[in-house]
């Protein structure tokens, strides 16, 4: 599959900690994939056409032999042989080859389209496996920080200054934690299975993930025009060929063939004549020339040949015009999505300083406990989204590329 390889380089938008391993697994993916494959094979099949249609009709052989012979000047035929090579139109063969070379290019455009659809499709579970690592570390910790508030809450509980309903809650807190950490785990499981399909590897097979991603300071501009060259509408300039290229064939078609051949007799002599030319046999060269004369087929075929261009250029156009508002979407999309990260960044920043306030004022008068509960969900909470956003940030830049880059 490295002849059909892309650079993909210019398709990923990650940062400097995690590019290697995306990367690694994308050149993975492209050479095992079962789908690339076999567009891969169909794409050799499209090109092996080339020589097929570079050949004449079959040549007619014909032997006959006279049950009654018929009887000439010179002598009784006895056997007849021809041979005859009927030949296409002049330009006939090279119109088929160049109608099958766009064929091939149609072939070659499925393949590079699949190519970037299976980048964009690793790049993508590759962060959805990422945010549902990051949550399950993030869950981890607070699991942690209610084990440090439970001792303290039983410390409380044993001076008299606190009551066993705040042991209670704090327990009921943890289960809940476990339980969300045990509904990713299965996420994971399902995720990691699918990731590995499509690098067509075994489904148990373990998946390395880096242990942070960044948001980058600016964002990588594209150039919007670059969309006219995604493989998309590029297909359709090259099924736009293949019309062209088969009215051509059309026409060539629809002129005259000709018939090339030659016939030998085998002629017995004559017995007890002096003739001249006695037992000659006969050798005739011929020429045929084969007529289209009720030609509306080929009319027929040119107006459908034209219609499949107008229609080829309103699915262009029309597919261009979904390709960019999915573009406009995923910018929009990304831009909110660093808008969230940032916000979620500050309000964590204000959870955490009063989650401490409120666990020194519980440590020492073991008060405002609701208080402390409520910020540490609420802390939960803010690292959960900011992990989604930087997520979203990612697959949204992964869409973008997809669409935008060569």
């Known amino acids: 599959m490295n002849r059909y390889s892309l650079s993909i380089l210019a398709l990923l938008v990650i940062s400097l900690t995690q590019g290697q391993d995306l990367q690694s697994y994308i050149l993975e993916a492209e050479a095992n994939n079962l789908e690339l494959q076999a567009l891969g094979y169909k794409n050799d099949i499209a090109l092996e056409k080339v020589n097929e249609v570079n050949s004449l009709p079959n040549t007619e052989l014909g032997f006959g032999f006279f049950v009654h012979e018929t009887e000439t000047r010179t002598g009784a035929q006895k056997l007849r042989f021809s041979v005859r090579q009927m030949m296409p139109w002049f330009g006939t063969i090279t119109a088929r080859q160049n109608y099958a070379s766009t064929l091939a290019n149609v072939e070659y455009e499925n393949l590079v389209l699949a190519q970037r659809k299976l980048r964009l499709a690793v790049a993508q579970s590759y962060y959805i496996l990422f945010a549902i690592q990051a949550k399950k570390d993030v869950l981890d910790d607070n699991i942690k920080l209610i084990n440090t508030y439970e001792t303290i809450a039983l410390n409380a509980v044993s001076v008299g200054k606190a009551s066993l309903v705040d042991v209670l809650k704090l327990q009921m807190r943890q289960n809940e934690l476990n339980r969300q950490k045990e509904l990713l785990n299965q996420a994971s499981r399902k995720e990691e299975t699918a990731f590995n399909h499509l690098l067509n590897r075994d489904s148990e097979m373990n998946v390395s993930l880096v242990s942070d991603l960044t948001l980058p300071e600016l964002d990588v501009l594209n150039d919007d025009n ?181």
């Open 226 to 406: 670059a969309i006219e060259l995604h493989p998309e509408l590029v297909k359709y300039d090259k099924l736009f060929a293949s019309v062209t290229g088969a009215e051509l064939v059309n026409k060539k078609e629809s002129s005259p063939n000709l018939g090339l051949g030659i016939e030998y007799v085998s002629v017995e002599a004559r017995s007890g004549l002096e003739i001249e030319d006695n037992g000659k046999d006969m050798l005739m060269p011929m020429l045929s020339l084969s007529i289209p004369i009720f030609s509306h087929k080929y009319k027929s075929q040119t107006v459908q040949n034209n219609l499949k261009q107008q229609a080829l250029l309103s699915e262009k156009n029309n597919r261009r015009n979904q390709l960019v508002d999915i573009l406009v979407a995923a910018q929009s999309e990304r831009e909110s999505a660093r808008i969230s990260y940032q916000t979620f960044s500050l309000n964590i920043e204000k959870a955490i300083y009063s989650l401490d306030l409120l666990l020194k004022n519980y440590e020492v008068q073991s008060k405002d406990f609701k208080d402390l509960l409520e910020t540490q969900e609420l802390l939960l909470n803010l690292e959960v989204a900011k992990i989604d956003a930087l997520k979203n940030y990612y697959s949204q830049s992964a869409i973008i590329n997809y669409l935008s880059n060569q």
